[in-house]
């Protein structure tokens, strides 16, 4: 098939991003070649020279490397220039998604703190995505074989979660899971949602958010003819879900999802942000800043990232 262009922003110059990225591009000159002479990466070229250099790992020729910045990077010692430069590949990914250059977007890790010391105020690429494409209604999601997850509340305490839950909400999530399931080709797909409280509130002994408020969500997302389930206590849910009962669970916030998903998918999983106008995906782990240079980063999560990418282009 032909492939269409996917963009790869290379994160933190200072983390893992330029080590999975050389190891990923590695992983398809071997095994999927065709992808990449479509691959451009917006990054560092004397970063990732260097990271190829130390890794013995050569860059395949054909990719293209838009090169944004020329630092002098001291691995897993991120700088104000790094963090300015991280920026910069990630705004130059979104030009090219809206000058419809790219198609897809794949982003490797960056750090949040890095994000708010040089002004820039947003909690991740999520946001930042939502906001450059007037996007109100999106979702943050996570793929495995084994298992998909999706977050009505994403970063925000937890003490806000309760507040920050309503109808709407969860019905934009189960509405935009059910369109990814149906891109992944999936065949009557069926999608269960958490109860909030233990046990699903015990019929409100426990608290009465699965009554007022989801129990609600659950039956007009069956009216509009999208096949949630529950509410279910998460503490049996995800086991349910992994021994193939359900398609996606939707989590109402970030640890009641994210735990058992990276219990299983820690190093294969792929984040992706649902309800925008282009592809997103990235891995789910972090700039891992503790383990930068030392050559032992796993690329499992960014290839399964590009592969991803890949299955929705071609869907």
């Not at 395949?60 to 991120?78: A, F, Q």
């Not at 969500?217 to 279910?232: M, Q, R």
Request: charged share 25%; net charge positive.
């Amino acid at each position: 098939m032909d492939f269409l262009k996917i963009a790869i922003s290379m994160g933190c110059p200072a983390g893992i991003g330029p080590e999975i990225i050389v190891k990923a591009l590695d992983y398809f000159k071997k095994e999927n070649p065709s992808v990449l002479k479509n691959i451009v990466i917006l990054g560092d070229k004397k970063v990732l020279l260097n990271t190829s250099y130390n890794l013995r790992i050569p860059i395949p020729k054909e990719v293209k490397i838009d090169s944004l910045s020329h630092l002098d990077i001291i691995p897993g010692k991120p700088d104000l220039e790094g963090y300015k430069a991280m920026a910069d590949y990630f705004k130059k990914a979104i030009e090219l998604a809206k000058n419809k250059e790219v198609q897809a977007i794949v982003t490797a890790p960056i750090s949040k703190e890095g994000l708010n010391k040089i002004g820039i105020n947003y909690s991740g690429h999520t946001d930042w995505l939502a906001k450059e494409f007037n996007v109100d209604k999106y979702v943050m999601a996570f793929y495995g074989e084994k298992m998909i997850v999706s977050l009505v509340t994403i970063h925000i305490p937890l003490k806000e979660v309760p507040k920050n839950i309503d109808i709407e909400k969860i019905v934009n999530t189960a509405k935009l899971s059910y369109e990814f399931l149906k891109r992944l080709k999936i065949e009557n797909p069926k999608i269960a949602i958490c109860g909030l409280n233990p046990h699903a509130g015990e019929s409100g002994i426990l608290g009465d958010e699965e009554k007022t408020i989801i129990e609600k969500a659950v039956e007009k997302c069956k009216k509009d003819g999208i096949p949630l389930y529950g509410p279910y206590p998460s503490d049996s849910l995800f086991y349910w879900a992994y021994k193939g009962k359900f398609d996606l669970i939707i989590a109402l916030y970030h640890d009641q999802g994210l735990i058992p998903f990276k219990l299983i998918h820690f190093e294969d999983g792929v984040n992706i942000t649902l309800g925008l106008p282009i592809i997103r995906t990235s891995p789910c782990h972090g700039t891992a800043y503790d383990i930068a240079g030392k050559g032992i980063a796993n690329p499992k999560s960014f290839i399964s990232a590009i592969n991803l990418s890949l299955k929705l282009l071609s869907n």
